[in-house]
Structures are given as structure tokens and as C-alpha cells.
């Protein structure tokens, strides 16, 4: 099955939520919608389900135009940032309701729920009441209801926003999973960059109702098309600086001067943009190609394991992701490096020019 | 600014609380200094949003009491304490412009004039907020209404205390570090005791300088980051903090020498023989993947990049393990070699640290 998107655009009143999309989705893959709030993931959500209705624009499944069929004569799945259970039910009976509604007979029902309660390992709590469960497991639940319909298309909006910081490192690292056992067309919607290196799969980026990019998801960060991409798809956010190239090397503000290796190679004269990652910002000089400027501290967080350097240097403000403990007042100069080999190169018109060369994972 | 003192301290819902079990909050005594910077850490149901309340006065405790530099505060109401508070949703009036949401608790307190005005203006100053004082609050987005919340909470000069309650939830990703840098700057300006509640480790460990790690009602551990990062003291604290956890492998322990998986691992101690549970513990920064023989054989059952590093899924026998691996990496087949860092190797019985000897 394939959903397709063609120009589609949504606006209420004089807003617009989301502008001319196009974007075509595939069975079997999870699918993650990276942006900002505001950015129009949750309208383009509710366009997919069938919940609103494009203002311009067609939606097709499997090539056939959907655009004003509603949500129940879809087949679609939600499942909200704020999970919804029958509080009333016991889990078994919140997994069963869609049966029940579907007059499901009651072998197929029973199987099925214990299939999908056994897909999000709630088999030991099926008797339990939503209110007698952890968060994470609520969640599960809510999923669970989600999955029993075998919906053709699974959205999901920010489902894990609302669970503690542990229990989502958990489920991140099981919903890969989940999701290719089911098999459905699956879009996961979240305004977090490391939910979406976590959940791996594909990743559309999202900007003021346009989606910038979309393919891999790790191949979205490490060649993000143009900057705004690159802001939506990195935590940290990432560190910039215009420069202006003459003679093919790089003179930045403040004079010094960054040789024309990597990236920045055969680079023709004018005025363009660096950005580079805050792990790619170093206290200690990375290799022979970087070079050293003098920044003044703003502010160093502490995690115990690393130091989050805040810097500002010539008006721009840089934060380095720098190994261990370094405990800088603010106010005190620091010495930067950077390092050619890791930047990544934009014009004037914000488009990706070059980008480092990273080794794939195995 | 206030010393705070927690003294043998308990709080349960239940009107006629039987058990420990029956406690929200375990007894506990506790001492926060004078303009320290603290965070409360645990996951829901720890009992940290119970602790916040009691010292800010919303609850009153089941037993114990509550000491503001020396004076029983127990007994009183949030506002005679002198507390202020920030909450998950900012709490502004949509109707007032910026500079009467922050003039409003002085006000209340009947400052005016020139001393009101300057202090206003320093806050938003502070909070970068002076471009929009004139506007409407309902017009801001949501972090500028949060930072209508803390300056709300700053503006009174004489507060004994801040507590934030998860103040950054509703926050983007990308805002959140604007506001948690600047929260830290302000912390350093203006020196109040701040406590803050969360269950994000990044956000307590990069503000406070102390961490109070809670689980089940009881506090686990006190410490720097530094400290619950290196020597986490129960196998609970090492899976909490860090991202991935600790990674905690049942071990036979005895002598200088751990047996886990059936495959010797030399320590840096010596430790008794015991009957208890135990553990030994290793972070995943400090396990490294090597070439096949050299360490410990490991099955490679997936690697995932996540950008700044890559993240090796490993089996030691039936045992599963964490590795980080850094960006540049290249890594192949599906077999391979793990050696742990010794010094950062710990070991626990019935989940707690425990000292060898040297």
C-alpha cells in the first residue's frame, strides 16, 4: 500500500498550517514528521487520517483519491500525545473496544487482542484497570488499541511527550520493532531530533507547514538539504557563522582564516554560510587542519559525563559538546577549534553546498 | 535566600497510613544550604512533586518538619514563607501586558513607583524580555510565557526560595537550551536557593550543582553529576542517570577477580565472598569493541547510529550490553570483542555499591 500526498495544503481563517506537501509513503516503513510546535505536524496527521479535509491538494491510497473520504470509512489508527483509555475497562476490554464496535466474532476478537497485548507486552495485565499501570504501560495500551484494528495506517503524535525521560529511552528503543512486526504504514510525529535518530526508519522535516526534506533518517542529518533542515534536525542546536570565501579559503569574522580542506575544498569566492554540530566545536584541538579562535564563556552545563560550553564569539553564540568535566567561569576567554573537516557548507540562499564525510554504520 | 531543613520528614495521602508502603514520602532528613542550586530527580511516583509541595507549603507533612534558616515554617501557609513557585504551565494574566503580569506580585506587596518600575525593568532585562513588555501576555508563545513565569517569580527581591516544577516540559527541543542556560545565568545573578523538580537528567544535572536522586519514596543518592555519573551507589541510580544506563551484569564476585557469562574479568579490589545478589556494574562509555579475541566474545545484534555516536547492541553470552562507539566508527560482521574499563567498573550487592578493598 502507498499513501500519497499531492500539494496539499491546509488553511483555516487566514492561517496557513500547512503549505503545498507532497510526499509519498510506503508499507512496512515508520515514517517520523521532525518539527517544531507550530510546524504543522498534527494537522498533517489529521489530513492522512481523514480527520480534516485539504483545502487545496488531493490525498490518494494506493493511487485512488481519498481526499474527502472521512476517517471512518479509512482504514487509520491514532494514537494521541495524551493517551486515551476507557479508565472503567480492564486492559483486555480498552484493547477489544474497536472489535466490539467492528462486531468482530468473538474467537478472532480474542485472539487478536492477546496478539497485539503480547506485541506491546502487556499479556501480564490484561486484567488490570489503565489507572493500576505505570505511564509507559497506559501508553502500551493505547498502542495496543491502535494495532488491533490492523489499520492500513498508523499515526502516532508525539506518544511519547508526556512519559518519563527512562521509560521513553525504553520505548524508542522497542518501537522500531513493534512497528515492523505490524507492517502498516507508520507516522510518528515529534518535535525531538533524538527521537528520530532513535527510531531510525525515514524522516521528513518539517518548517512552517513545508516539509524541507525527506529520505533516511540518518542520511537527513548527516546531509540536512539547507539550513533550515539542519536547525529542525539537531539537539544542541547548531552552531553557525557567515563567512566569506576568497582566494578558496575561508576568512571569518574576526580574521582568522580556515584552510580549504574537506568540505570547504574548491569553494568559489563569496559570501556563505558554516554551520557545524556542538561535538564538532572543540576545546582541544581534533586534527592538523583544525584552527584556534578565542571566544568568551557564557555558561558551562555540567551532565557528569560532559560539558556543554556556551560561548559567544564575534555576536554568535556557539555551544561545544566537549568529553569530561570543564569548569569555565563566564566571562573567561576560551580556545575554540574548528575543524574543516567537520562543517557543513550553505549559500547565500541557505542550500547545502557541502557537507562532511562521515563513516556509514555497519 | 534560605537554608532549608528538612527534619525527619514523612508524607502520606492516606488519612490513616498502616505501612511504609502507604508513604508517598519515606522519612528523610535533609539540608539545603543558603542560594545552592538543587535538583529533586525520579521517575513518576517518586515522590519528588510530594517533597516540593511540602516545602512549598501546599501540603502539610504527615510527620516531621520544615526549617527556613532555623524557623519552623511547618505550620505555615505558601505565601507567609515567602516561596516562589514556577509550574509546568506557565501561569500568566493573558490580559495584562508583560510589564504588569511582573509588576503584579509586587504590587500585591505594595511596592510602586520608582522601585517597582526599576525592578521590573531589570528582570525583563535579565530574561530578555524588554521589547515585549508593552505587548499583551495571550500574544506570546509559550516559552516567552514561561519566561513571564519566572520573572514573576525573580521580581520579588526578598524570596527565601524558588521551586520549579518541571518547568520546561512544554518547551521545544530547541528553546529548552535558550531557557535552561539562561535559568543557570540567572541562578548565578541572583543567588536565591533554587530547587528544581524533574524527571530529565539533562535538565537536572546541567542546573544544579547538587542532585537529589529519589526513587519509591526515599532518596537513593546525594551528589554532584560528577559523582552520580562515576560512582553511582545503587544499580538504580546508574540505570537512571546516563543514556543509555549503566549497564548492570549479574557476576559472581570474589577476591579481585568477577565471573560473568562463565568469563573471568580481573578488578582493581578485592571483595569478600558473599551469599547476597550480586552485580557488577559498567557504563557503556567505558566498554569498548574491539577486534574479534581481543577481550570478551560478543554476538553484534544491531548498531544504532544516533548521530553523535553509534550505539552497539552486543550479547555477552545470554547477557544483553550496551557499547558506545563513537561517529567515525566502522564496524562490520556480526561478531566481536568488548573490554571494560577497569577503573570504572563497580561492583553491587543486593543493588547496592560496595567498597572493595585495595
Same mark, same amino acid.
Given at each position: 500500500?502507498?499513501?500519497?500526498?499531492?500539494?496539499?495544503?491546509?488553511?483555516?481563517?487566514?492561517?496557513?498550517?500547512?503549505?503545498?506537501?507532497?510526499?509519498?509513503?510506503?508499507?512496512?516503513?515508520?515514517?517520523?514528521?521532525?518539527?517544531?510546535?507550530?510546524?504543522?505536524?498534527?494537522?498533517?496527521?489529521?489530513?492522512?487520517?481523514?480527520?480534516?479535509?485539504?483545502?487545496?491538494?488531493?490525498?490518494?491510497?494506493?493511487?485512488?483519491?481519498?481526499?474527502?473520504?472521512?476517517?471512518?470509512?479509512?482504514?487509520?489508527?491514532?494514537?494521541?500525545?495524551?493517551?486515551?483509555?476507557?479508565?472503567?475497562?480492564?486492559?483486555?476490554?480498552?484493547?477489544?473496544?474497536?472489535?466490539?464496535?467492528?462486531?468482530?466474532?468473538?474467537?478472532?476478537?480474542?485472539?487478536?487482542?492477546?496478539?497485539?497485548?503480547?506485541?506491546?507486552?502487556?499479556?501480564?495485565?490484561?486484567?488490570?484497570?489503565?489507572?493500576?499501570?505505570?505511564?509507559?504501560?497506559?501508553?502500551?495500551?493505547?498502542?495496543?488499541?491502535?494495532?488491533?484494528?490492523?489499520?492500513?495506517?498508523?499515526?502516532?503524535?508525539?506518544?511519547?511527550?508526556?512519559?518519563?525521560?527512562?521509560?521513553?529511552?525504553?520505548?524508542?528503543?522497542?518501537?522500531?520493532?513493534?512497528?515492523?512486526?505490524?507492517?502498516?504504514?507508520?507516522?510518528?510525529?515529534?518535535?525531538?531530533?533524538?527521537?528520530?535518530?532513535?527510531?531510525?526508519?525515514?524522516?521528513?522535516?518539517?518548517?512552517?507547514?513545508?516539509?524541507?526534506?525527506?529520505?533516511?533518517?540518518?542520511?537527513?542529518?548527516?546531509?540536512?538539504?539547507?539550513?533550515?533542515?539542519?536547525?529542525?534536525?539537531?539537539?544542541?542546536?547548531?552552531?553557525?557563522?557567515?563567512?566569506?570565501?576568497?582566494?578558496?579559503?575561508?576568512?571569518?569574522?574576526?580574521?582568522?582564516?580556515?584552510?580549504?580542506?574537506?568540505?570547504?575544498?574548491?569553494?568559489?569566492?563569496?559570501?556563505?554560510?558554516?554551520?557545524?554540530?556542538?561535538?564538532?566545536?572543540?576545546?582541544?584541538?581534533?586534527?592538523?587542519?583544525?584552527?584556534?579562535?578565542?571566544?568568551?564563556?557564557?555558561?558551562?552545563?555540567?551532565?557528569?559525563?560532559?560539558?556543554?560550553?556556551?560561548?559567544?564569539?564575534?555576536?554568535?553564540?556557539?555551544?561545544?559538546?566537549?568529553?569530561?568535566?570543564?569548569?569555565?567561569?563566564?566571562?573567561?576567554?576560551?580556545?575554540?577549534?574548528?575543524?574543516?573537516?567537520?562543517?557543513?557548507?550553505?549559500?547565500?540562499?541557505?542550500?547545502?553546498?557541502?557537507?562532511?564525510?562521515?563513516?556509514?554504520?555497519? | 535566600?534560605?537554608?532549608?531543613?528538612?527534619?525527619?520528614?514523612?508524607?502520606?495521602?492516606?488519612?490513616?497510613?498502616?505501612?511504609?508502603?502507604?508513604?508517598?514520602?519515606?522519612?528523610?532528613?535533609?539540608?539545603?544550604?543558603?542560594?545552592?542550586?538543587?535538583?529533586?530527580?525520579?521517575?513518576?511516583?517518586?515522590?519528588?512533586?510530594?517533597?516540593?509541595?511540602?516545602?512549598?507549603? &501546599?501540603?502539610?507533612?504527615?510527620?516531621?518538619?520544615?526549617? #527556613? /534558616? =532555623?524557623?519552623? !515554617?511547618?505550620?505555615? @501557609?505558601? %505565601?507567609?514563607?515567602?516561596?516562589?513557585?514556577?509550574?509546568?504551565?506557565?501561569?500568566?494574566?493573558?490580559?495584562?501586558?508583560?510589564?504588569?503580569?511582573?509588576?503584579?506580585?509586587?504590587?500585591?506587596?505594595?511596592?510602586?513607583?520608582?522601585?517597582?518600575?526599576?525592578?521590573?525593568?531589570?528582570?525583563?532585562?535579565?530574561?530578555?524580555?524588554?521589547?515585549?513588555?508593552?505587548?499583551?501576555?495571550?500574544?506570546?508563545?509559550?516559552?516567552?510565557?514561561?519566561?513571564?513565569?519566572?520573572?514573576?517569580?525573580?521580581?520579588?527581591?526578598?524570596?527565601?526560595?524558588?521551586?520549579?516544577?518541571?518547568?520546561?516540559?512544554?518547551?521545544?527541543?530547541?528553546?529548552?537550551?535558550?531557557?535552561?542556560?539562561?535559568?543557570?545565568?540567572?541562578?548565578?545573578?541572583?543567588?536565591?536557593?533554587?530547587?528544581?523538580?524533574?524527571?530529565?537528567?539533562?535538565?537536572? &544535572?546541567?542546573?544544579?550543582?547538587?542532585?537529589?536522586?529519589? #526513587? /519509591? =519514596?526515599?532518596? !537513593?543518592?546525594?551528589? @554532584?553529576? %560528577?559523582?552520580?555519573?562515576?560512582?553511582?551507589?545503587?544499580?538504580?541510580?546508574?540505570?537512571?542517570?546516563?543514556?543509555?544506563?549503566?549497564?548492570?551484569?549479574?557476576?559472581?564476585?570474589?577476591?579481585?577477580?568477577?565471573?560473568?557469562?562463565?568469563?573471568?574479568?580481573?578488578?582493581?579490589?578485592?571483595?569478600?565472598?558473599?551469599?547476597?545478589?550480586?552485580?557488577?556494574?559498567?557504563?557503556?562509555?567505558?566498554?569498548?569493541?574491539?577486534?574479534?579475541?581481543?577481550?570478551?566474545?560478543?554476538?553484534?545484534?544491531?548498531?544504532?547510529?544516533?548521530?553523535?555516536?553509534?550505539?552497539?547492541?552486543?550479547?555477552?553470552?545470554?547477557?544483553?550490553?550496551?557499547?558506545?562507539?563513537?561517529?567515525?566508527?566502522?564496524?562490520?560482521?556480526?561478531?566481536?570483542?568488548?573490554?571494560?574499563?577497569?577503573?570504572?567498573?563497580?561492583?553491587?550487592?543486593?543493588?547496592?555499591?560496595?567498597?572493595?578493598?585495595?
Amino acid at each position: 500500500m502507498t499513501l500519497e500526498l499531492r500539494n496539499v495544503t491546509k488553511r483555516v481563517e487566514s492561517e496557513t498550517h500547512v503549505a503545498g506537501v507532497s510526499l509519498t509513503l510506503k508499507r512496512g516503513a515508520l515514517n517520523v514528521l521532525l518539527g517544531p510546535t507550530l510546524s504543522g505536524k498534527t494537522t498533517l496527521l489529521r489530513l492522512m487520517a481523514g480527520l480534516d479535509v485539504p483545502t487545496e491538494g488531493q490525498i490518494l491510497v494506493d493511487g485512488r483519491d481519498v481526499t474527502g473520504t472521512p476517517v471512518r470509512k479509512r482504514s487509520v489508527a491514532m494514537v494521541y500525545q495524551q493517551f486515551i483509555n476507557y479508565p472503567n475497562m480492564t486492559v483486555y476490554e480498552n484493547i477489544a473496544s474497536p472489535l466490539r464496535v467492528a462486531r468482530v466474532p468473538a474467537a478472532e476478537l480474542d485472539r487478536r487482542v492477546r496478539e497485539s497485548a503480547a506485541l506491546m507486552r502487556l499479556d501480564h495485565f490484561l486484567d488490570r484497570k489503565p489507572l493500576e499501570l505505570s505511564g509507559g504501560q497506559q501508553q502500551r495500551t493505547a498502542l495496543a488499541r491502535a494495532v488491533v484494528k490492523r489499520a492500513d495506517l498508523l499515526l502516532l503524535d508525539e506518544p511519547l511527550a508526556n512519559l518519563d525521560y527512562k521509560l521513553r529511552e525504553e520505548l524508542r528503543e522497542e518501537l522500531p520493532k513493534l512497528f515492523a512486526e505490524i507492517g502498516a504504514i507508520t507516522v510518528y510525529a515529534t518535535a525531538e531530533p533524538s527521537d528520530a535518530l532513535l527510531l531510525g526508519g525515514n524522516t521528513a522535516t518539517l518548517s512552517k507547514g513545508q516539509i524541507t526534506q525527506f529520505g533516511p533518517t540518518i542520511e537527513v542529518y548527516r546531509r540536512p538539504s539547507d539550513r533550515e533542515t539542519a536547525e529542525v534536525f539537531s539537539d544542541p542546536p547548531m552552531n553557525f557563522m557567515a563567512v566569506r570565501i576568497a582566494g578558496g579559503k575561508a576568512h571569518l569574522p574576526g580574521g582568522a582564516v580556515l584552510p580549504a580542506r574537506g568540505p570547504l575544498a574548491g569553494l568559489v569566492d563569496g559570501d556563505l554560510t558554516l554551520g557545524f554540530r556542538a561535538n564538532h566545536l572543540y576545546l582541544r584541538q581534533p586534527g592538523t587542519d583544525a584552527i584556534p579562535v578565542t571566544a568568551k564563556v557564557a555558561i558551562v552545563e555540567i551532565t557528569g559525563s560532559e560539558s556543554y560550553v556556551h560561548t559567544i564569539f564575534e555576536g554568535m553564540r556557539w555551544v561545544a559538546l566537549a568529553h569530561g568535566i570543564h569548569e569555565l567561569s563566564p566571562g573567561a576567554p576560551v580556545e575554540l577549534h574548528l575543524d574543516p573537516h567537520r562543517m557543513f557548507v550553505f549559500g547565500r540562499d541557505g542550500r547545502l553546498m557541502a557537507a562532511p564525510n562521515f563513516a556509514a554504520a555497519a | 535566600m534560605a537554608r532549608i531543613d528538612l527534619a525527619n520528614l514523612a508524607h502520606s495521602y492516606s488519612t490513616r497510613p498502616r505501612g511504609d508502603t502507604d508513604y508517598a514520602l519515606k522519612t528523610i532528613d535533609l539540608t539545603f544550604k543558603a542560594g545552592g542550586a538543587y535538583a529533586l530527580l525520579g521517575p513518576s511516583g517518586c515522590g519528588k512533586t510530594t517533597l516540593l509541595n511540602l516545602m512549598s507549603g &501546599l501540603l502539610t507533612p504527615t510527620q516531621g518538619s520544615i526549617l #527556613f /534558616d =532555623g524557623v519552623d !515554617v511547618t505550620e505555615r @501557609t505558601s %505565601e507567609q514563607r515567602n516561596i516562589a513557585q514556577v509550574f509546568q504551565f506557565p501561569v500568566v494574566y493573558d490580559t495584562m501586558t508583560v510589564y504588569d503580569n511582573l509588576a503584579f506580585p509586587l504590587r500585591n506587596r505594595g511596592v510602586s513607583g520608582e522601585a517597582l518600575d526599576s525592578r521590573v525593568r531589570q528582570i525583563a532585562d535579565m530574561l530578555g524580555l524588554t521589547a515585549s513588555l508593552n505587548q499583551p501576555a495571550r500574544r506570546l508563545t509559550a516559552d516567552a510565557k514561561q519566561k513571564i513565569s519566572l520573572g514573576r517569580g525573580l521580581v520579588r527581591p526578598s524570596v527565601s526560595a524558588m521551586l520549579f516544577d518541571e518547568p520546561l516540559t512544554v518547551i521545544d527541543p530547541q528553546l529548552k537550551w535558550q531557557l535552561r542556560s539562561q535559568l543557570k545565568q540567572l541562578h548565578r545573578q541572583v543567588a536565591t536557593t533554587m530547587i528544581y523538580v524533574t524527571h530529565d537528567q539533562t535538565e537536572a &544535572l546541567t542546573f544544579a550543582d547538587t542532585v537529589i536522586v529519589m #526513587f /519509591d =519514596g526515599r532518596i !537513593v543518592q546525594i551528589g @554532584t553529576p %560528577e559523582e552520580l555519573f562515576e560512582r553511582p551507589n545503587h544499580t538504580f541510580v546508574g540505570y537512571f542517570i546516563g543514556s543509555p544506563g549503566m549497564n548492570v551484569l549479574p557476576a559472581a564476585v570474589e577476591g579481585a577477580t568477577a565471573v560473568v557469562a562463565g568469563h573471568s574479568i580481573p578488578l582493581d579490589r578485592q571483595y569478600e565472598k558473599s551469599s547476597a545478589k550480586t552485580e557488577i556494574g559498567i557504563r557503556p562509555e567505558f566498554v569498548h569493541l574491539a577486534e574479534n579475541g581481543q577481550g570478551l566474545p560478543v554476538r553484534i545484534k544491531r548498531i544504532d547510529d544516533v548521530g553523535r555516536y553509534k550505539l552497539a547492541r552486543v550479547t555477552l553470552g545470554t547477557l544483553p550490553l550496551n557499547v558506545m562507539v563513537g561517529e567515525d566508527a566502522r564496524l562490520s560482521g556480526d561478531t566481536g570483542s568488548v573490554q571494560f574499563d577497569r577503573s570504572r567498573l563497580h561492583v553491587y550487592r543486593d543493588g547496592e555499591l560496595v567498597d572493595g578493598r585495595a
